[in-house]
């Protein structure tokens, strides 16, 4: 006996419905691509992840249903991986450091150059824009952190006991309308300020180096502020800080201030950089 239209139908639904769970997790460092492995797990999906390092790897294992480590730089590779796992969905997150795909610019495949030939330029925004339309030019919809991770994003107010105090408002509110203006040019999204000065502004060597550089010139506490872009690409790079960012802010004397935007960054290991926020006398706030 043949097999209705209907009850083919309900099998290819359901076999739609299926393959809609299985998720692509792209996992650069640190440790959100665990946290996000680990959420897309409680909601039901079957990860895929492709890990960008062997500490990547390590830290999706124990959420992932299948791990395969990748080199970037291998596109065709990498997108075959996705379409043999049958993923239709895909997810980017954790840090890839540009400058390490610069340093191993000569292991791209034929498909990456090819691609990456097609862009106008190699800044972040641009990179992204044109992975996303790779991606969904091949049937799998990129999706947003902030689907798996909205509990990591603070709403307006101050985290830490510590209030800023009016100068270090004054540096906030200083150092906001830079940090957005730099973000609009795709420079970077962290200035560091102290006095209303500018001490350092990121650009490729990420948001960690630059306030280290800055708290070595100023000697002292500084006030960090760290912002999205205005057309800040949700399924990429969302502005995030976590232990290494106050670890950053080390000064000979306790003090200083992160601020990040609110709704729009995410905290990771929020009560431990409360707590040593805290004990150092730093203030952090969401603005």
Same mark, same amino acid.
């Given at each position: 006996?043949?097999?209705?239209?209907?009850?083919?139908?309900?099998?290819?639904? $359901?076999?739609?419905? !299926?393959?809609?769970?299985?998720?692509?997790?792209?996992?650069?460092?640190?440790?959100?691509?665990?946290?996000? #492995? *680990? $959420? #897309?797990?409680?909601?039901?999906?079957?990860?895929?992840?492709?890990?960008?390092?062997?500490?990547?790897?390590? =830290?999706?294992?124990?959420?992932?249903?299948?791990?395969?480590?990748?080199?970037?730089?291998?596109?065709?590779?990498?997108?075959?991986?996705?379409?043999?796992?049958?993923?239709?969905? &895909?997810?980017?997150?954790?840090?890839?450091?540009?400058? !390490?795909?610069? *340093?191993?610019?000569?292991?791209?495949?034929?498909?990456?150059?090819?691609?990456?030939?097609?862009?106008?330029?190699? $800044?972040?925004?641009?990179?992204?824009?044109?992975?996303?339309?790779?991606?969904?030019?091949? /049937?799998?919809?990129?999706?947003?952190?902030?689907?798996?991770?909205?509990?990591?994003?603070?709403?307006?107010? &101050?985290?830490?006991?510590?209030?800023?105090?009016?100068?270090?408002?004054?540096?906030?509110?200083?150092?906001?309308?830079?940090?957005?203006?730099?973000?609009?040019?795709?420079? /970077?999204?962290?200035?560091?300020? =102290?006095?209303?000065?500018?001490?350092?502004?990121?650009?490729?060597? /990420?948001?960690?180096?630059?306030?280290?550089?800055?708290? $070595?010139?100023? =000697? #002292?506490?500084?006030? &960090? &502020?760290?912002?999205?872009?205005?057309?800040?690409?949700?399924?990429?790079?969302?502005?995030?800080?976590?232990? !290494?960012?106050? !670890?950053?802010?080390?000064?000979?004397?306790?003090?200083?201030?992160?601020?990040?935007?609110?709704?729009?960054?995410?905290?990771?290991?929020?009560?431990?950089?409360?707590?040593?926020?805290?004990?150092?006398?730093?203030?952090?706030? #969401?603005?």
């Amino acid at each position: 006996m043949g097999i209705s239209s209907t009850a083919r139908q309900a099998q290819i639904t $359901s076999s739609t419905l !299926n393959s809609n769970r299985t998720l692509g997790l792209v996992a650069g460092e640190g440790k959100l691509p665990g946290i996000l #492995a *680990k $959420s #897309a797990r409680s909601k039901g999906y079957k990860v895929v992840a492709l890990a960008l390092s062997e500490d990547a790897q390590a =830290r999706v294992l124990p959420h992932a249903d299948t791990v395969h480590l990748i080199a970037p730089g291998q596109l065709g590779r990498n997108l075959k991986l996705l379409q043999n796992e049958e993923v239709r969905q &895909v997810v980017f997150v954790g840090k890839v450091p540009k400058l !390490n795909l610069l *340093k191993n610019i000569h292991k791209l495949d034929w498909m990456a150059i090819k691609e990456l030939s097609k862009l106008p330029d190699f $800044s972040d925004d641009t990179i992204q824009f044109g992975m996303g339309d790779i991606m969904e030019g091949h /049937g799998i919809k990129v999706l947003t952190q902030s689907e798996f991770l909205r509990h990591l994003f603070p709403d307006f107010g &101050v985290l830490t006991r510590r209030q800023p105090t009016a100068s270090e408002y004054a540096d906030i509110e200083y150092g906001l309308k830079i940090a957005r203006e730099i973000a609009r040019l795709d420079i /970077g999204q962290t200035v560091v300020v =102290r006095d209303q000065m500018i001490l350092s502004i990121e650009a490729i060597e /990420g948001t960690d180096e630059a306030i280290r550089r800055a708290v $070595s010139l100023a =000697r #002292a506490p500084v006030v &960090v &502020v760290k912002v999205a872009k205005p057309n800040q690409d949700q399924r990429f790079d969302i502005p995030t800080v976590g232990m !290494n960012t106050l !670890n950053s802010m080390h000064a000979p004397k306790p003090g200083g201030v992160l601020a990040i935007e609110a709704r729009e960054t995410m905290v990771v290991d929020c009560d431990e950089m409360v707590s040593f926020a805290d004990g150092h006398g730093i203030s952090m706030l #969401a603005v």
